[in-house]
């Protein structure tokens, strides 16, 4: 960690299913062919285009998705192991992606965790040894207490700091304009402090674990997310220039809104799906070759 180049890049892509997504916007359910999306449609897409510009990443998995997938064929486990010979990172983002994990017992939270930690280690299981490395919270939102769960599973790291005030903003008001509209969201109105901070890594020696924040710009702290990096030519263009970037994904950053079966609600209320996947997907290709590829929070910290 010492010898982590101000010049550096890390990537990560939460796999949140898309029923996280109708919950955000207080939505029914999702069909059963759109629960499939993720794994199955925007996962080989990441896979083709980090082999295109020889990056790595670490993809934080929803433990109810992967559990999905492996009773019906297990298509999408097949691509995380392929992912993991690549040298991608597969990390914990929770079994059932409780936006209000923070409110559970720790009994609660160790045994969520847990499934899901179980589940990944089964499919790392035979490709060397590998195991979970890290932890993300659902929404970003955590606190010391869940954080000490995370160090019981043996992890190294949590990547939950997103210190962005203007997100966290933009949330609230997102929050209540639906409550307006009649849509209650599962999104956390509390836990401010997962959302100002230290904008680089740091070690957190109250739970004995790294912290790895996601990159802000500079000022007004705007978060490097995909929803704005690959959303906005002259926000890809500013994370070109940061010096040590962060950069988080959603498996929705590279989702066809055409193509691949959304249902149409959420057509109307998800910022990627209003905009083409071939205008997204050159976009991250022109920033990963900008910047010389990318490495997993775990390769980061040579674990």
């Known amino acids: ?22 919950a955000i916007h207080g939505l029914p359910p999702p069909s059963d062919r759109a629960a499939r999306i993720v794994l199955e449609r925007c996962l080989p897409r990441f896979i083709e285009l980090f082999d295109e510009v020889a990056a790595t990443a670490t993809f934080f998995v929803v433990g109810r998705d992967l559990e999905r997938d492996l009773q019906s064929g297990g298509r999408g486990a097949a691509l995380l192991r392929q992912a993991a010979k690549g040298g991608c990172e597969l990390a914990n983002h929770s079994h059932s992606h409780p936006y209000d994990l923070t409110r559970w017992s720790g009994a609660e939270i160790h045994a969520d965790l847990a499934r899901c930690d179980d589940l990944l280690r089964g499919l790392l299981r035979g490709l060397g040894g590998g195991r979970p490395r890290g932890f993300r919270a659902p929404g970003y939102t955590h606190d ?37 509209r009649g849509r209650r969201s599962a ?30 710009l500079p000022r007004l702290r705007l ?17 070109a220039d940061l010096g040590y970037l962060h950069l988080e994904l959603h498996a929705l950053d590279l989702a066809d809104p055409d193509s691949d079966g959304f249902d149409p609600a959420l057509l109307r209320h998800q910022p990627e799906l209003r905009s083409s996947l071939k205008v997204r997907r050159e976009r991250l290709k022109w920033l990963l070759e900008e910047r010389g590829g990318a490495a997993t929070i775990a390769g980061a910290l040579s674990l």
Request: proline share 6%.
């Open 187 to 216: 999104s956390m109105v509390s836990g401010w402090r997962s959302f100002v901070g230290r904008d680089r890594p740091f070690f957190r020696p109250d739970v004995g674990l790294w912290e790895m924040p996601i990159s802000v």
């Open 223 to 239: 978060p490097m997310v995909g929803t704005l990096v690959l959303g906005n030519e002259r926000a890809t263009r500013a994370a």
């Open 1 to 22: 960690m010492a010898g982590m180049q101000s010049k550096a890049t890390i990537l990560s892509v939460d796999l949140d299913d898309v029923a996280c997504y109708h």
């Open 144 to 180: 010391r207490r869940l954080l000490e769960q995370v160090a019981a599973l043996g992890y190294s790291y949590d990547s939950s700091l997103l210190p962005s005030p203007t997100y966290y903003l933009a949330k609230l008001s997102m929050i209540a304009l639906k409550g307006l």
